[in-house]
């Protein structure tokens, strides 16, 4: 499949820009800075982009690319810091600025460039620099001028070499998608091969390939993710398939029927029950640290699934799971990217490290909203693909300290009257997650004349498109007051509610 490569030079805008091609239709992979030029001369690559990044060309320990990249004659588009290096190893002089460009300009483009076929002359554009680039590399031209600098898009157009001064992959600068059209679709030359029927038919002969005659077991959590894995591995292998729907023991209320409801409905699917949370809640009794958790989570789900396929008949070497792109890269640390280790997240970072099964992760280089298309693509209804997303570990994750049955029906209670009240709003499907984290915390309270001192709990409402950022919702006050009133009315044991009023960054979207 024709792809873009985009080397990861530690900007926090780099998945944005994966997304930004995949919107059209063109694959892109993000592949570690210093990946070599023998892997990236794969003919399938057929341009390179390279990401910006918080480093400066004159620091001493600075993430370069492999030299030889250049020798590669494949197309190549820099931007922010991905420009001034590719100008430094081109012979460029990049001057180094105490002063950052930061904010909006207005960029003038020059006739005749590729990268701006069909845009207008002047377009608006955000930056975000230090360092500025001084003189050009031999064989380059200007492209594109604001009034900080002459060479806000610098081209080499016999070698097919850009770069960009701004960032044309964030929301604002408007027509950035368009030249990031032009680079794909003119510079590289590729086709609009990327689309979700086109993923769904590749996707199921790789399913096929893989798996041969072997059957395999799905955890199916009914979430968006195993949901659509499931759907489409039954596409691919049929009756080799058996999903299993392990109650941890830190589900939400109904969860359990919900979700067999929703499978027999939709999804057609073989699926076995199993009952495993007294095992869950005996292993993570006594347990706080919030990483501890994750990773006693991971490694049960992967008992119970052992257990489980010695009941069915015939062997299952295969284990499925609906793990995305963004699980993946979350959990690698690729360069000197920020988004380096920060959670285990239960189907990756969680793994045993001995294992009787082969993964099969058909979801692995998806990003959500390519998912939920996916979803859309193979039929699943609105209540599958657009419900909000559910932590794998569950429960445990939004109890803080220790859990308990008591404080898990705390939670239970909570989250029915959240989800309640976004549904009667019609929010809740124009969010991106809204939940109730129970703090270990105690204040006192007064109803109905009586003295009370019980527990606080945290409401968190997001919005995101992927999860890799968020920002919290403003949710309308009326809606909060009726939230916060009915949880303080009909959960027994808190007395509290506070606003969660973080974004993520700095925060996560889940407290543990
Ligand atoms: P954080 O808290 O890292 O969460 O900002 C990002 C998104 O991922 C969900 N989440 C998980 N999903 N297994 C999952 O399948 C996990 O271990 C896990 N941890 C967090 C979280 O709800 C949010 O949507």
Not at 20 to 33: G, K, Q, Y
Not at 477 to 487: C, E, G, H, Q, V
Request: charged share 25%; aromatic share 8%; proline share 5%.
């Amino acid at each position: 499949m024709e792809k873009i490569a985009i080397l990861d030079f530690g900007s926090q805008y780099t998945q944005v820009i994966a997304r930004r091609i995949r919107e059209r239709a063109v694959f892109s992979e993000i592949l570690p800075f210093d990946t070599p030029a023998t892997r990236l001369a794969d003919p399938e690559i057929r341009g390179l982009l390279l990401s910006g990044g918080p480093a400066s060309v004159y620091s001493r320990k600075v993430p370069q690319p492999d030299p030889a990249i250049f020798a590669l004659r494949k197309p190549i588009l820099g931007i922010c810091y991905g420009m001034q290096l590719l100008a430094h190893h081109l012979g460029g002089r990049v001057a180094h600025s105490s002063k950052r460009e930061y904010g909006p300009g207005v960029l003038q483009r020059r006739a005749g460039s590729l990268l701006f076929s069909g845009l207008p002359r002047e377009l608006k554009v955000w930056n975000s620099h230090g360092d500025k680039l001084t003189r050009l590399p031999r064989g380059f031209r200007s492209a594109a001028r604001t009034e900080n600098s002459e060479f806000a898009a610098i081209e080499d157009p016999a070698r097919r070499i850009y770069g960009l001064q701004f960032h044309p992959e964030v929301h604002h600068t408007p027509l950035g998608r368009h030249i990031l059209e032009n680079f794909v679709h003119r510079i590289c030359g590729c086709g609009r091969k990327w689309t979700m029927r086109s993923f769904i038919e590749r996707a199921c002969d790789d399913l096929r390939a893989q798996v041969g005659r072997e059957n395999v077991i799905l955890g199916l959590s009914g979430g968006v993710d195993s949901s659509v894995a499931a759907a489409l591995l039954h596409r691919a292998i049929g009756q080799q398939l058996t999903c299993v729907f392990v109650n941890n023991g830190l589900l939400r209320k109904h969860e359990a029927e919900g979700v067999r409801r929703l499978v027999k409905r939709n999804l057609r699917v073989r699926l076995k029950y199993v009952d495993a949370s007294d095992g869950f809640l005996h292993r993570l009794r006594g347990v706080t640290d919030p990483e501890r958790k994750r990773k006693i989570i991971g490694r049960e789900f992967i008992r119970v699934f052992e257990r489980t396929t010695q009941q069915l008949r015939g062997s299952h070497r295969f284990l499925a799971q609906g793990t995305l792109y963004p699980d993946v890269i979350e959990s690698v640390s690729i360069g000197n990217n920020p988004a380096a280790l920060i959670k285990s997240h239960h189907n990756v970072g969680g793994l045993p490290k001995r294992m009787r099964f082969r993964l099969v992760e058909p979801l692995r280089q998806l990003f959500k909203d390519e998912v939920r298309r996916v979803g859309e693509q193979l039929g699943l209804p609105r209540e599958v693909v657009w419900r909000q997303p559910f932590p794998g570990p569950g429960l445990a994750v939004r109890c803080l300290g220790e859990i308990s049955e008591d404080k898990l029906r705390v939670l239970r209670e909570a989250d029915w009257v959240i989800v309640d009240e976004m549904k009667k709003s019609g929010l809740y499907y124009k969010v991106w997650q809204t939940f109730a984290v129970l703090l270990p915390v105690k204040s006192v309270g007064v109803m109905g004349d009586e003295r009370t001192y019980e527990n606080a709990l945290a409401f968190r409402a997001v919005e995101s498109q992927d999860a890799m950022t968020a920002d919290w919702v403003r949710v309308p006050y009326d809606l909060l007051a009726k939230i916060s009133n009915r949880i303080i009315n009909e959960v027994r044991g808190v007395n509290r509610v506070v606003l969660d009023i973080t974004s993520k960054p700095p925060g996560t979207i889940e407290w543990e």
